[in-house]
């Protein structure tokens, strides 16, 4: 298998559970980053992992807890979300992060999740 | 912080156009990169442009990265309806921390 895969495809969650996206990739990179994407909203940039250590967290909810294992593997823990966290949430991959870097991100298919 | 135009919002085309959007911005970029997201879907990279004045051809596709390195343009020739969807603009390279910032997107619709 080839690129980023997210799994799983759909989620729907109430908002007292505890689910986790997971996100692989198999293109030998060393970051790796979760974006949330609302409808008609630029995508959001969540968190970045470089060599498995988190380099940025844009000021998101501690609802939203990321892990990444090893370069190929990323998650997103959910526990306690809001309607309003329903959205697509992409993952996606580069080869390193770096200052003013060159690194073309590959994308997941994303997982769309719905808070009920 | 940096901010992205795309233009235009949306498009509604016969198929066989021609079609054209843009990115520009305030900031200078050493990346350009152009995406399309089909419904439901993660964006696909369409077109990684890295030098100024670099025009790449995929295909029906061809992209451009400004000689200022504030812009880019796609281009889109002989459409056909499959070429559906919303074509994003990324750019990387700027005072973010190797982080792409992303335009808000152009809406294609091709009539057959």
């Known amino acids: 298998e080839t690129g980023v895969t997210q799994t799983p495809r759909h989620l729907v969650m109430g908002m007292t559970n505890k689910k986790s996206l997971k996100c692989e990739q198999h293109?030998?990179?060393?970051?790796m980053y979760w974006y949330k994407q609302s409808a008609k909203k630029p995508l959001e940039l969540m968190f970045v992992y470089s060599l498995e250590e988190r380099v940025e967290n844009n000021s998101v909810p501690s609802r939203f807890s990321p892990e990444c294992p090893n370069s190929s593997h990323l998650f997103l823990h959910l526990h306690t979300l809001q309607p309003e966290d329903s959205a697509l949430y992409l993952c996606?991959?580069?080869?390193?992060?770096?200052?003013?870097?060159?690194?073309?991100?590959?994308f997941g298919p994303g997982t769309r999740l719905t808070v009920l | 912080g940096q901010q992205l135009n795309q233009s235009p919002q949306s498009m509604f085309i016969q198929e066989g156009e021609d079609v054209s959007m843009n990115c520009t911005s305030s900031?200078?970029?050493?990346?350009w990169l152009w995406y399309k997201q089909d419904p439901g879907e993660g964006p696909v990279l369409l077109i990684a442009?890295?030098?100024?004045?670099e025009l790449t051809s995929n295909g029906r596709l061809t992209a451009q990265f400004g000689i200022t390195r504030k812009d880019s343009f796609l281009n889109i020739s002989a459409s056909i309806p499959s070429d559906v969807g919303i074509y994003f603009c990324?750019?990387?390279?700027?005072?973010?921390?190797?982080?792409?910032?992303f335009g808000q997107g152009t809406i294609l619709t091709v009539h057959p």
């Open positions: 900031s200078i970029f050493n990346t």
């Open positions: 996606a991959s580069s080869q390193d992060f770096r200052r003013g870097g060159t690194d073309t991100q590959y």
């Open positions: 293109l030998g990179h060393n970051a």
């Open positions: 990324a750019a990387a390279g700027g005072t973010s921390y190797g982080k792409l910032t």
């Open positions: 442009l890295y030098k100024a004045g």
